[in-house]
């Protein structure tokens, strides 16, 4: 008789468990065909009847992951925090290694990718000390081979741990695991400029995605594909897939893949002269933007609420600890001094309610403080925002400008373009910095070198750069990326004159201070007295020595003591 009730009790806690598979697994494919008001639904509707802890954890985690794609993030939040009350009281280790993972690309989706850094810490932490499931093991993979793609800028790691992720993810049959996984290896072939092993793993994950019904996982896969198209210069071929995918996007209301498309159609209209297109597709995305923007506003505002809230929180910690320590203290006092005389005990509440009132003053000085602070925050926000639009208004004029100018006449309006350019990406580099008074020098001016792409490939020049990552002030920034512009430009104009092979070579080096060398290989000015004008005066700014050598071609070289706290 015993034997038969275990195996009834047996066979019913599969088939308990497999329906709990069944419920948590069809919310995912919800989830993947970007079917998200039905998804939420669904998880609500289930979560009333949960049969167990770890479903329950299971369908907040999704219910927060539906709010995240709609980029609804202080719902999404608020769903992240009773999943992780509950893991707390579960005491699942697997699980709370999940919701580290989870919490990490939930940062990293919002780019604050030092705080996605810290949430995976915290799974590598217990996964040093515990064996984790495979399913959850490749979602952690993934998410750091991400990181080091979009933060640490290192390739072989994110080829390594994208690796690592594919291989758990197809033996465990995660689709999402695989795709993702895959996506970052092709990020790693186009990084290293091997455009058509990039376009090829595209294509499959395109195929893949269709296939699967993975209908977020496709246009993540059509962003990179037609962004790899432009950079290999199949213009045409480009074109039919954005616009295909924008119609995707808009039949999926996946409102920043519209963003994104819309964009790369304007620019390939723009590549192609195809002018009047081109401004029509700006109008398009202008659009978009705003109302992105909008989007975004109010998850600014959702970010400084929250940290508002727990600045109040750990004020409120600090004030009951003291005031639970001074009520110790005084009852400790009394136990022992119960002999103290009446006017002493009412010096004691003196001091009681004087530490009180100078509590309170400093709590309501705190306050005024952080609301000035969130204020200034918005205002700069909207401040940057203004100034980058106004930057790129000015690039596309000059764009137009130089589309309507005869080849022969038009390398003066490159360099103005040039010029504006590497200002524009030094004010993307500060928005995008916590601290706005230093920039990363090596992500700079390689994204001033990437500007001048299109003018070394129509002159046959090649380059090396080879620049050390380094913190350095802003405005020194801004003087560095303006002086390679320039030097940059001389050398196209003046330095290559039916010269078959032209080389273009950079190097900053930084120990205790900054090494600055740039030098050329054209025969124009050899052996000729050169000072530039432009490139005396940034110099001089710097206030810096600098020194010129035509001997053997151009070169140009100083160095410059920074303090770099």
Known sequence: MRSVLFILTFLFLQVSFSQNDTIVDFGQSLLNENRLDIAISYYNKHLIVSQNDEQSIHLLLGLAEAYKLQLNYSEASKYYTRAFEEIELSNNTQLKFFYYVKMAEFYRKRTLFKEAAVELKKADIILKSHQIDDVYLSNFYGRKAALFTEYYFIQDSTLYYASKALKLAEKVNDKDGVFYSSLEISGVYEDKKEFQNAIKSLETLIKYSEDNKLIQQQVDAYINYTRILIKDNQLEK????????????????LFYGEILFTDNIRNIY???GNITKAYQYLEIRLDLTDKYYKIEHDNFLFDLEEKYKLSEKENQITINNLEIENKNKALETNKRQL????????????????IAYFLKKEKRSNKRLQRLSQENKFLLSEANHRINNNLQLMVILISDQLKKTPKKRNFQLKSILTKVEAIS??????????????????????DVKTGFFQVFKENNIETNFNIAPVQIPSDYAMYFGLLL???????????FENQEYKEINFELKYTDRIIFKYSDNGTTRMDNIIQPKLIDKICRQL???????TENGFSFSFVKEIIND
């Open 485 to 495: 512009t320039e030097l940059c430009i001389n050398s196209i104009k003046h330095a």
């Open 339 to 354: 002999f103290i005389s009446f006017a002493l005990l009412l010096a004691a509440i003196g001091i009681s309610v004087l």
């Open 425 to 446: 990406t030094l004010h993307k580099h500060l928005y995008k910095n916590e601290d706005k008074n230093k920039v990363d020098v090596c992500s700079y001016l390689n």
């Open 270 to 272: 723009k590549k192609l």
């Open 543 to 549: 206030e810096i020595e600098y020194e010129i050598n």
């Open 238 to 253: 480009a074109l039919r897939e954005c616009l295909k995918a924008l119609e995707f996007a808009k039949e999926n209301e």
